[in-house]
């Protein structure tokens, strides 16, 4: 009679399937991977700028407890922040009218290398402050 057109029509339709389901499984996973990789670039961007942010602190501590302002050091730090340096520089200009002044210009860069700045690549990560403080004796 008349020849059944309508076979093979399931295991078609069931190929198709796999494969759309497949294809959207490789987004998923492309997407989570990615959104992984900015969730870490935006940890260790935190940690570079609280690194840089401990530097600003022992140089702003140091210059103004102690009138020490040292040229350039490296601090390597601790704890959470291990695997981070700070680099700090620190100028400091005398000035005198009814008491001497002296302003001292800091700036800290904190990054996951031994040397800031270091060399850039995919996992380097930099943050830089400049503080300008300025301390009075009578």
Do not use: K
């Not at 700090?88 to 009814?98: D, K, R, W, Y």
């Amino acid at each position: 009679m008349f020849p059944d057109r309508s076979r093979g029509f399931a295991a078609i339709t069931a190929i198709f399937i796999v494969i759309v389901l497949g294809g959207l499984g490789i987004v998923i996973a492309t997407i989570s991977a990615s959104q992984q990789r900015a969730s870490t670039f935006d940890l260790n961007g935190v940690r570079a700028y609280q690194a840089t942010r401990a530097g600003i602190e022992f140089a702003t501590f140091d210059a103004l407890r102690n009138s020490n302002c040292p040229a350039s050091t490296t601090i390597a730090l601790t704890g959470a922040l291990t695997g981070f340096w700070a680099t700090v520089t620190c100028s400091g200009l005398s000035h005198t009218e009814a008491t001497a002044t002296t302003i001292y210009n800091i700036t800290a860069t904190g990054c996951n290398r031994s040397a800031c700045p270091g060399a850039p690549d995919a996992t380097y990560v930099e943050r830089q402050l400049q503080v300008t403080v300025a301390s009075s004796s009578p």
